[in-house]
């Protein structure tokens, strides 16, 4: 059963436009999210993560937002440029390893 | 300032064989972990060591064997290979949870 849940496997946005990656989770206590980003053939790299103490966390063009009443989460990346092109996952932390969805690729075309 | 090196890169088994894929960090992180990615199933937990000599089964553990004897180093071992195990996999380390975790370059591992 999975706990954290993203339901789009893929994403095209225009270069300069939105781009708006979800993720839903099942368990009300996840209280740390985290987004990755990945490229091909290499590892997973940390992009952003938010607490559950917040709503919104931003980091230049990324800001995370936080819904905890929906048990859903969203990354926005403004503007999109080509080199954003990858798969993001979107994990929770506990006590344990990180939990990840199954990622979304996005491709940013120019 | 290496972080999370894993080695090797790209391997070629036939089935029945065994191997040890290498993790090695300096960071100095209790946590480390060992995933494997496949097509359309996101990154699955295999095994993970919350300290040197302390280690646990992730959601897909079986046919994988660790163990942690310093705080550097997480070999994971295939004890006899099987296709279903053709996989990249990744190993990671953290300080501890609640932070972020930092990825080697991942292993491609083929099983013929």
């Known amino acids: 059963d999975q706990q954290v849940k993203q339901n789009s496997p893929s994403l095209s946005v225009q270069e300069g436009r939105i781009s708006i990656l979800n993720c839903d989770y099942t368990n009300s206590m996840f209280d740390y999210f985290l987004w990755y980003k990945k490229y091909p053939a290499e590892g997973p790299t940390f992009l952003i993560s938010i607490s559950s103490i917040k709503d919104k966390n931003e980091d230049g063009r990324f800001t995370v937002f936080l819904n905890k009443s929906a048990k859903h989460l969203s990354l926005h990346i403004v503007p999109s440029q080509p080199g954003d092109s990858a798969v993001y996952f979107c994990?929770?932390?506990?006590?344990?390893?990180?939990?990840f969805g199954k990622g979304t690729r996005l491709s940013v075309i120019a | 300032n290496a972080g999370v090196t894993q080695t090797p890169k790209f391997q070629v088994l036939k089935t029945g064989q065994s191997m040890t894929l290498q993790c090695a960090q300096d960071?100095?992180?209790?946590?480390m972990s060992w995933y494997r990615q496949d097509p359309g199933m996101g990154l699955r937990l295999i095994h993970y060591s919350v300290g040197a000599g302390i280690t646990d089964q992730g959601e897909v553990p079986n046919g994988y064997n660790v163990s942690r004897s310093t705080t550097e180093d997480f070999p994971l071992r295939l004890l006899s290979a099987a296709p279903s195990q053709t996989s990249v996999y990744f190993c990671?380390?953290?300080?501890?949870?609640?932070?972020?975790?930092?990825f080697g370059q991942g292993t491609r591992l083929t099983v013929v």
């Open positions: 994990a929770y932390s506990g006590n344990t390893p990180l939990v």
């Open positions: 960071m100095n992180h209790e946590y």
């Open positions: 990671a380390s953290s300080y501890q949870g609640r932070t972020e975790a930092f």
